[in-house]
């Protein structure tokens, strides 16, 4: 049994090793991956072996870019990706909040300017004035 856990660590040694000086998993990555997975799960739902083939695309590069050691290209790479991931995780995360809040709030846009406003359920009419543009108008809550 002792040998069992020495042999563990060995291994543990060899694989921090192995992965010095590579990048590992970074945001990019992760998408890669899990993009990897869903197009394994709609081919199989659908009974597309294409689709599962192609899912081998995005898992490879995931696993070239976890084990590659040119740091500052792969840097590069998850930041031109996280330029353009943010702004729709942003969008999702408003989204999952305004599901979250429906019941106490209501959500109106601005007819000016566009901006997004939350108003209390259940007080009826109102009036409603953009703390941007200071427009108003009346609507039902």
Same mark, same amino acid.
């Given at each position: ?63 070239? @870019?976890?084990?590659? /050691?040119?740091? &500052? ?7 031109? #990706?996280? %330029? ?36 209390? @359920?259940?007080?009826? /009419?109102?009036? &409603? ?7 108003? #108008?009346? %609507?039902?809550?």
């Amino acid at each position: 049994m002792k040998d069992g856990g020495k042999k563990e660590v060995l291994d543990l040694d060899r694989f921090k090793k192995f992965m010095e000086g590579r990048t590992g998993v970074d945001h990019l990555s992760l998408a890669l991956f899990i993009l990897s997975i869903v197009l394994v799960v709609i081919g199989s739902l659908f009974r597309w072996s294409i689709l599962r083939f192609i899912s081998l695309v995005p898992l490879v590069w995931c696993y070239y @870019r976890a084990l590659s /050691k040119n740091k &500052i290209k792969r840097h590069q790479e998850n930041i031109l #990706f996280l %330029k353009y991931w943010y702004p729709i995780q942003t969008r999702l995360m408003n989204r999952y909040r305004q599901l979250k809040a429906r019941r106490a709030y209501r959500y109106f846009k601005c007819k000016e300017c566009g901006q997004q406003l939350r108003v209390p @359920r259940k007080k009826g /009419k109102i009036e &409603i004035t953009c703390p941007k543009c200071r427009h108003t #108008f009346i %609507k039902r809550t």
